[in-house]
């Protein structure tokens, strides 16, 4: 086949062993074998595997971007007095990436001050033992990545020294998340909406004279109720109706289920690109001690524009989102569950002598957004 001869037909190409071998390459530079193990891999392991599409906030445009993978999986479920069925479920948004030459480098660190809470709560904030990073703290931290091509001298050549794969992967993460976690909200909305309407009137008006008689406390510049007394005031009403008020729920949620869901990011690169952890010396004499087979590690990643993504970073700038080489993904996933299961095991205890908790999550949700 020439040069310049255009295929008007996929059973010409279908023939040539040149347009084949061609294909093959582009598709192994443009990382769809990862991809596509990566997918294997979650799916093996019960999670439901789809591609997300989300609306980057970072951009003025209205057009849809895609991350590689949304893989989803229940990881613990149980029922609120025979009512209410509640299911904790993980979402992990994973963006793979391939590079045919560069390794990436990181760089511990042990500051983690100023670092958004992870797992990111999609819905059942309410529901939730207060958790923060510390529960990651046993995974490697790194706030540092670089890109190297070994084969090549770096000190002088700046573009073989730098995070610009990491740095881009991150950016879809954080922006796939931001859209993840307003879709769910912008669900939810409605949901409680509904709920609260079917919810008998006298007790809305309970409510409303509860909040309006309750002495106010000063938060933020704003005069509020406080939780300790809004908490008092469902498990009161918990108490004297909870038959009516659950059986409410469970008739109008049409999955006769709720969902407490969280979110995690996870940069998949190929296991052909090592994953190395630059380990400092303590004498000064030599800085570098050695490189060690990383594996996988949680970086701890800055946007240029975290305003935009409130519904991710919060009030911080820093928001961890897991590394790992394809080669060591088994035993990342088997850690992350592992947390998950920690914290869905303090939330089911919660939750069981707390149960009126879910009510106030429907009519009195967290003001999660407005920062």
């Not at 790194?142 to 070994?150: A, G, T």
């Not at 190929?270 to 996988?296: M, Q, S, W």
């Not at 088997?334 to 089911?348: L, Y």
Request: net charge positive.
């Amino acid at each position: 086949m020439k040069k310049d001869e255009k295929i008007k037909n996929y059973k010409e190409w279908m023939k040539s062993k040149e347009a084949k071998k061609n294909l093959k390459k582009g598709f192994i530079k443009s990382g769809v074998p990862l991809e596509l193990n990566v997918r294997k891999n979650f799916s093996d392991r019960k999670y439901t595997v789809s591609e997300y599409r989300y609306k980057d906030r970072d951009e003025d445009t209205d057009v849809w971007r895609q991350l590689d993978i949304l893989a989803r999986k229940f990881i613990d479920g149980y029922m609120i007095d025979d009512y209410v069925d509640v299911k904790i479920e993980l979402n992990l948004l994973i963006e793979c990436k391939h590079s045919s030459s560069k390794d990436f480098f990181v760089f511990r660190t042990k500051n983690v001050g100023n670092v958004t809470d992870i797992p990111i709560i999609l819905s059942g904030h309410s529901l939730l033992i207060p958790y923060n990073f510390i529960e990651f703290k046993k995974f490697p931290l790194v706030d540092n990545v670089r890109e190297v091509d070994v084969s090549k001298p770096f000190v002088k050549d700046k573009r073989n020294y730098n995070d610009k794969i990491t740095n881009y992967a991150c950016h879809q993460l954080v922006g796939a998340m931001q859209h993840l976690v307003n879709s769910r909200y912008e669900m939810a909305r409605d949901e409680y909406r509904t709920i609260r309407n079917w919810l008998p009137k006298d007790f809305r008006q309970q409510y409303n004279d509860f909040i309006q008689e309750t002495p106010k406390i000063t938060q933020g510049g704003l005069q509020i109720v406080p939780r300790i007394a809004k908490e008092g005031f469902f498990r009161d009403a918990y108490k004297k109706t909870k038959k009516d008020h659950f059986s409410r729920i469970r008739y109008l949620y049409p999955s006769n289920y709720y969902s407490i869901e969280l979110c995690l990011p996870i940069l998949v690169i190929d296991d052909v690109n090592g994953l190395i952890d630059v380990l400092p010396n303590k004498t000064e004499t030599e800085v570098i001690h050695r490189f060690k087979d990383l594996g996988y590690c949680l970086y701890f990643f800055t946007s240029q524009n975290p305003d935009k993504y409130k519904m991710v970073f919060k009030k911080s700038f820093i928001c961890p989102i897991f590394i790992c080489n394809f080669r060591y993904l088994p035993k990342l996933i088997t850690d992350i569950e592992t947390v998950i299961k920690k914290i869905a095991k303090k939330s089911r205890e919660h939750l069981k002598s707390s149960p009126w908790l879910l009510l106030m999550q429907f009519i009195d949700p967290p003001k999660i957004f407005d920062w």
